[in-house]
């Protein structure tokens, strides 16, 4: 079965530093999503990416933040000068459309020190 | 805007036991819902979806859910419960109208099946 596959597992990075969080979709997915969850507890939503383009994004999605698909195959999430609450499992997801469900990748632990 | 509740924070069941894990929604339009299973340090995997049709909806693992549009709800049951079934579950929805909607999820509810 397709997976999404994210890279790095897990992530240590001092504040203030930049990182980028990666994530391979799969083929026919259309649409990519990150979503970060703090501590295993609520699942926020981040943005949603299509057509090479944000077509939505939360509160949380800073200038700070930034997504990019550069090759048309890596899905990127981009973090400028880390903070120490953005401490979280970052999820990566893509689905065909919204009949579908998501499919998630196994996220990165990102811990900012 | 589109939101989800999921009223238990921890359900504890006996092995062998059926549960029921709780979810409420509210949509503008009509609601396509789902169910997502996330086990200790691990991704969300996909259980089970409503989008049109019968109201009782069967999924992956023995899960199932039923939908219903006068309660607003879509709470997952299993008839007999196993201890490999504890994880964390979350109830989502998209809302069908205004267009291309992206999913929001609940705050999650530990399951814990008893030996």
């Known amino acids: 079965e397709p997976e999404v596959t994210q890279t790095p597992s897990h992530q240590v990075t001092q504040m203030g530093q930049e990182v980028i969080l990666r994530c391979v979709p799969i083929?026919?997915?259309?649409?990519f999503y990150w979503y970060r969850q703090i501590l295993g507890q609520k699942v926020e939503f981040l943005v949603s990416?299509?057509?090479?383009?944000?077509?939505?994004k939360s509160e949380i999605f800073d200038d700070q933040f930034s997504v990019e698909r550069p090759d048309g195959s890596n899905f990127t999430l981009k973090i400028r000068s880390t903070k120490l609450e953005d401490s979280a499992m970052y999820f990566c997801?893509?689905?065909?459309?919204?009949?579908?469900?998501?499919?998630f990748g196994s996220g990165t632990r990102l811990t900012v020190v | 805007a589109q939101s989800v509740a999921q009223p238990e924070d921890q359900v504890n069941v006996a092995e062998g036991n059926p549960l029921t894990v709780k979810c409420t929604y509210s949509?503008?339009?009509?609601?396509?819902l789902f169910w997502y299973v996330q086990y200790p340090n691990r991704g969300l995997q996909f259980l089970l979806k409503?989008?049109?049709?019968?109201?009782l909806v069967k999924g992956s693992y023995g899960f199932e859910a039923e939908f219903n549009k006068s309660q607003t709800s879509f709470h997952l049951k299993k008839p007999s419960a196993l201890v490999s079934d504890s994880a964390l579950y979350f109830c989502?929805?998209?809302?069908?109208?205004?267009?291309?909607?992206?999913?929001?999820f609940g705050i999650g509810t530990k399951l814990q099946v008893i030996p």
């Open positions: 997801a893509g689905d065909r459309g919204e009949n579908y469900g998501y499919t």
């Open positions: 083929s026919n997915h259309l649409y």
């Open positions: 990416f299509y057509n090479n383009e944000i077509s939505e």
């Open positions: 949509v503008s339009g009509n609601p396509y």
């Open positions: 409503y989008i049109t049709g019968d109201n």
């Open positions: 989502a929805v998209r809302d069908q109208s205004g267009g291309y909607q992206k999913v929001t």
